[in-house]
């Protein structure tokens, strides 16, 4: 098998070339800093300064506006949701205690105890959406200057993989790798 795969390599070496002839204008200068700064202002407007510099060809910025809003708004949603309930548990909880009776009919099934389980549980909820919210505006901010990076990242014509078949130390087969960045 390792006579097989040897020869197969002395063969057919094999050698990559990327071609890629876009080239970004020197005179332009795409800044990292104005794309954070508007990802910070308004969630997803980095992503489309970088999408508007970016050469033709390479444009892929606007599929994340649809999952920044998304993840914002699902976040949002449960972070409203969770702040109610824990609020309606709250109230119906203080009402038990002054009363001693409940009021609301959404947790007459639960005594005192398990309202209060309940508050908490709620309450830890929108704790975790408020980071949710936190973590999806982040990753948005840090997406717009890491792309912002990327708009001017330039591929050299030269740049190519050669794999060709080697002999090591003379008589053991193997396989080199040579990489040019210039």
Do not use: C
């Amino acid at each position: 098998m390792r006579n097989l795969l040897f020869g197969f390599l002395l063969i057919f070496p094999l050698t990559i070339r990327a071609n890629d002839t876009t080239r970004i204008d020197s005179t332009k200068i795409h800044s990292v800093r104005k794309a954070m700064i508007l990802s910070a202002v308004i969630p997803g407007a980095g992503q489309i300064y970088n999408h508007r510099a970016m050469p033709k060809g390479k444009k892929r910025a606007f599929w994340k506006l649809p999952l920044i809003y998304s993840g914002i708004a699902t976040a949002g949603y449960f972070l409203i949701t969770n702040q109610q309930q824990q609020a309606s548990l709250k109230q119906e909880y203080t009402y038990r205690q002054e009363n001693g009776a409940p009021n609301d009919p959404n947790w007459i099934a639960y005594d005192d105890y398990g309202v209060l389980t309940l508050y908490n549980q709620y309450l830890n909820w929108r704790d975790l959406s408020i980071l949710a919210v936190g973590a999806v505006y982040i990753l948005q901010l840090t997406d717009a200057g890491v792309e912002a990076h990327f708009v001017s990242f330039d591929v050299s014509e030269d740049l190519t993989i050669k794999i060709e078949p080697r002999l090591l130390q003379a008589r053991t087969p193997g396989v080199g790798v040579r990489v040019n960045f210039r």
